[in-house]
């Protein structure tokens, strides 16, 4: 028999065919397998998103069932009688006597007044503890404001101490025995009583946006919180993404490519991964104890916040300078450009939303720090709103790990509240870098 008449149809041996009809049964074999492994490996990542998105679901209810009530604060109506007398004001009616007077006084003859069964000296001390010590501080003002209220009764709202305030807000079991609760009966009952008569009234809270940190939860904000976190970002601001861009500039356009800038690249990467709190280590032994910057200072935690944001920006604009096409160098060194003129009249201004981008990444990141801060004293507890660099001042990330630790409830509520006004930033600046990746990117 001839190789021709050898030969399958097609032109192919007989061993061949069989061979290639082997092969097409042994994937048509395993073809199944491989499909059902591939549509379990969507599954297994459609879950891993869906378990993600779950967690992140119960984090937010978590967070914001817990923290909205913050936003509101519980007030009482008091008749107030502006006696001259009681505020030791017959002689003199001077804003400076205005401003000594003894409006505590006054406060509790308006509580005597409204509850005249109450006489004992134990029950009047409970009584006085209705409303919170912010009330003479608002009759002060009040009185400030319109010294003609001397001798006058008015009816002014005041808030309530974060006791009775938790109660307006359903946080106290009112089933459980007296001995087990922070108010006793008879407190409750003065609660009711004021209630019924429509003299309770629950109002937006301005004060936990504009006011500092106090010990009284009902008094407290995240106002001086906001200005120091404001203040240290823009130190860290000011500092880091000028050297940041200076840096990545020189290694990736100017530097020759040698040991010492190997050397340089790899640090600066390991220094991205290095714990947040070996920075804040680090400010303490250089910035305070060597230059003797001050501690709880917006400059000194600005400082050790731009030593960890450093890598981070240097590593974003290095990767916004490489996105740059090399034509681009090429055309402008073509035309007669040097190579600074090249650098910064052609490849930087395209880099620019790259390196903007990193920057508001590495701020993001900064923003959310507490572990260095800590180290640099900036978990002292500040009453008062900064006003520069050098005054003494907390950040949010910090006043919430302050609250965090505080035994009364109403510190729970505000400490969520804060959280959420921090996740809020976080949600801007992150939104903030996409949009300018997303109208200043160029895609060559």
Do not use: C
Request: charged content about 20%; glycine content about 8%; hydrophobic content about 50%.
């Amino acid at each position: 028999m001839s190789s021709d008449a050898a030969r399958a149809p097609g032109g192919r041996s007989p061993a061949s065919d069989r061979a290639s009809r082997r092969t097409i049964d042994i994937v048509t074999a395993t073809l199944a397998r491989r499909h059902s492994a591939e549509r379990r490996f969507r599954l297994y990542g459609l879950g891993a998103i869906i378990l993600g998105l779950v967690f992140l679901a119960v984090l937010f209810v978590s967070v914001i069932g817990t923290g909205y009530r913050a936003f509101l604060r519980t007030e009482v109506a008091l008749d107030v009688l502006f006696d001259p007398a009681t505020l030791a004001l017959e002689e003199r009616r001077d804003p400076e006597a205005l401003a000594a007077a003894d409006y505590g006084a006054v406060v509790k003859q308006a509580l005597r007044d409204a509850f005249p069964e109450v006489r004992e000296r134990q029950a009047l001390r409970a009584l006085y503890g209705l409303v919170s010590s912010a009330a003479a501080l608002q009759l002060r003002d009040a009185a400030l404001k319109d010294p003609s209220v001397i001798g006058q009764t008015r009816t002014l709202w005041v808030p309530l101490d974060d006791e009775y305030d938790m109660l307006a807000k359903g946080y106290v079991d009112r089933e459980l025995p007296e001995g087990e609760r922070r108010l006793s009966d008879a407190q409750v009952g003065w609660f009711d009583h004021l209630q019924a008569r429509g003299r309770v009234a629950t109002r937006f809270n301005g004060q936990f946006f504009i006011g500092g940190d106090s010990r009284e939860p009902e008094l407290a904000g995240i106002g001086g919180a906001v200005v120091g976190s404001l203040y240290t970002l823009l130190v860290t601001l000011a500092l880091s993404f000028p050297l940041g861009v200076a840096a990545a500039i020189y290694l990736e356009e100017l530097a020759p490519k040698n040991r010492w800038t190997d050397l340089i690249e790899v640090n600066i990467n390991n220094l991205a991964a290095v714990p947040s709190i070996i920075f804040g280590l680090l400010g303490l032994a250089v910035f305070i104890d060597v230059f003797g910057v001050p501690r709880s200072a917006p400059l000194v935690g600005g400082l050790v916040l731009t030593l960890m944001t450093l890598p981070v920006i240097i590593i974003a604009s290095r990767a916004a300078l490489t996105a740059v096409p090399p034509s681009i160098r090429e055309a402008a060194l073509g035309v007669g450009a040097s190579k600074m003129q090249m650098v910064m009249h052609h490849v930087l201004p395209l880099a620019m939303p790259g390196m903007l981008t990193g920057a508001i990444i590495g701020m993001a990141r900064a923003l959310g720090e507490s572990a260095p801060l800590l180290m640099v004293g900036m978990v002292a507890f500040i009453v008062d709103i900064p006003r520069g660099v050098m005054d003494p001042a907390t950040v949010l990330p910090v006043q919430i790990y302050l609250w965090a630790d505080s035994p009364e409830r109403a510190f729970v509520e505000k400490m969520a509240a804060a959280i959420m006004v921090l996740l809020a930033f976080l949600i801007v600046m992150n939104a903030l870098a996409v949009i300018l990746r997303r109208r200043f990117e160029r895609r060559w």
